[in-house]
């Protein structure tokens, strides 16, 4: 098993460019999300997904969009970005269960600068 | 609405010592707290969760948390520190009580420890 996979690990874009960040995961979690780690500031959700063809917005998602087609891939993408989006970003998955006892499984991260 | 609170932001000790990370949380229901550890440049990696029951909670790398609903803590311990400790340790909650399991977590804004031969 592979775990939680990201790509890619380094960008650098410049303002307004576009990306879409890709995760994949091979543990077959019905649950995904999208961090971003900026210092001092923890983990922040930005959107997540509770299964195939559906998201919702997390806590900080101004400025990101995400798709969810296969249950193994969640993308997260930037249509015009700014250095505000300078972060670390994280994707996690987890297994669905009603008691919500499950820990989340994380990505090694990919590190964008946006200059 | 929830929330964890990481008081240091840096914790220092010498190896061989006893280590503590503080962590407080708020909920409105009973909570479960997790515990992450984040190597340089790595993901965050799974310690040890406390759900119900014992209020002591052991995890990987021996390290063990104590929940205390009095005081709404969780702090992670360790009896004697090792140099491969040092990292970011994150403190993380979920309120089931909240309708819809979704499984979101909420972060503490981490605490660095360092451990020093």
């Known amino acids: 098993n592979a775990g939680v996979t990201q790509t890619p690990k380094f960008r650098v874009l410049k303002t307004g460019q576009s990306m879409t960040l890709l995760c994949a995961q091979d543990m077959n979690h019905e649950y995904m999300y999208w961090y971003r780690q900026d210092p001092g500031m923890g983990l922040r959700l930005i959107h997540y997904?509770?299964?195939?063809?559906?998201?919702a917005k997390g806590e900080v998602p101004d400025g990101y969009n995400v798709s969810r087609l296969k249950k193994q891939n969640f993308l997260l993408g930037l249509e015009s970005a700014a250095p505000s989006q300078t972060s670390v970003y994280f994707c996690?998955?987890?297994?669905?269960?009603?008691?919500?006892?499950?820990?989340?499984?994380f990505g090694p991260g990919t590190r964008l600068t946006v200059t | 609405a929830q929330s964890v609170a990481q008081p240091e932001d840096q914790v220092n000790v010498a190896e061989g010592n006893p280590l503590t990370v503080k962590c407080t949380y708020s909920v409105s229901g009973n909570p479960y707290l997790f515990w992450y550890v984040q190597y340089p440049n790595r993901g965050l990696q799974f310690l040890l969760k406390?759900?119900?029951?014992?209020?002591l909670v052991k995890g990987s790398y021996g390290f063990e948390a104590e929940f205390n609903k009095s005081q709404t803590s969780f702090h992670l311990k360790k009896p004697s520190a090792l140099v491969s400790d040092s990292a970011l340790y994150f403190c993380a909650v979920r309120d089931p009580s909240l309708s819809g399991n979704t499984g979101k977590l909420i972060f503490g804004q981490g605490t660095t420890l360092q451990v020093k031969p």
């Open positions: 406390y759900i119900t029951g014992d209020n």
């Open positions: 997904s509770v299964g195939e063809g559906t998201t």
């Open positions: 996690a998955s987890i297994r669905a269960g009603t008691s919500g006892t499950y820990e989340q499984y």
